[in-house]
């Protein structure tokens, strides 16, 4: 298969040096790469790894580039996102191609994932779901591991529902005091609070019951995967913030304001991405509800 005058993919900013193409050269010299209408060449104007090309001098802001190749067959589609060592890379080559750094950035993406985990709105791919188990006599179940906090939409009484003999049936949502005001009757639960690490119900659950929990989870730390959520889909909020605090500790003035542009923009569009999914996931227009 031939690919012809495909863009490389990347940013063109004056310091990122690094740029995919949608497919591997096979064979790898069969890649003409050409910036600003001159044809550079391997080894002394690039470097190619994979589908990767690292240019040795960074394009400047205003050139642009085309690749022709040939690929033996159409591989699957790239997965979304940028792995772990990809971002190291994007944030050292938009510092300068700094070295020594990669575990400070490291630090920096998790300490970032950290404060985006507490700051609202909370993310649509952080929505998780998890299916909790009640025991006889005991008012309260304990809450997933990972949990930030509920996941509720427009028009729901709460954000758990237990299973009934014929279906689920929602559980009304209602602060610890009222939950307190309740009489301890034992049957099954109507109603919930959420305080801490628990879910405490009313009635206390005369036996054992299923609650399906839908809530928003927190991510799995970078310290311990190399791909995660937070890369997958929003790898711009990531990687500028961690960027900007990087830049920060280097007393790189110039960088910081870049980055904090880029996170400003990249928050913007994660933030409608995230009110449009939940607006179309209420909206009556979108096929699918009980009601119509």
């Known amino acids: 298969m031939f690919r012809d005058s495909e863009v490389p993919q990347g940013v063109i900013d004056g310091t990122n040096r690094v740029f995919t193409l949608q497919y591997a050269p096979d064979p790898p010299q069969s890649l003409l790469l050409v910036l600003n209408g001159v044809v550079q060449r391997p080894v002394a104007d690039f470097t190619l790894s994979g589908n990767v090309i690292t240019y040795v001098y960074a394009p400047q802001p205003g050139d ?16 979304p996102g940028i792995s772990k060592p990809e971002a190291i890379g994007l944030i050292s080559s938009r510092l300068g191609s700094r070295t020594g750094l990669d575990d400070y950035i490291v630090q920096e993406l998790v300490m970032a994932q950290s404060a985006l985990e507490a700051t609202e709105p909370l993310p649509w791919f952080l929505v998780a779901a998890a299916t909790l188990g009640t025991s006889p006599g ?29 279906g689920w049936r929602p559980l009304r949502k209602v602060s610890i005091h009222r939950i307190q005001d309740m009489l301890p ?37 970078l310290n311990f995967v190399d791909k ?29 304001v870049l980055f904090q542009e880029d996170l400003a923009l990249a928050l913007q569009r994660l933030a409608t991405q995230t009110i449009s999914r939940a607006v179309a996931s209420t909206d009556p227009r979108f096929k699918g509800f ?3």
């Open 64 to 79: 642009s580039h085309l690749a022709w190749y040939r690929t033996v067959a159409a591989p699957p589609p790239l997965a």
């Open 185 to 221: 009757l034992q049957g099954p639960p109507t109603h919930y609070a959420v305080v801490g690490d628990k879910m405490y119900l009313r009635p206390i659950p005369d036996t054992s019951h299923s609650i399906n929990l839908l809530y928003y989870a927190k991510d799995a730390s």
């Open 138 to 166: 005991v008012e309260y179940v304990g809450l997933p591991e990972d949990f930030l906090r509920e996941h509720a939409e427009s028009g729901h009484m709460g954000s758990a529902t237990l299973q009934v003999s014929n």
């Open 228 to 256: 995660n959520r937070w890369l997958t889909y929003a790898p711009d909020v990531l990687v500028s913030y961690a960027g900007r605090q990087v830049a920060r500790y280097l007393r790189d003035q110039s960088a910081a």
């Open 290 to 292: 009980e009601d119509e």
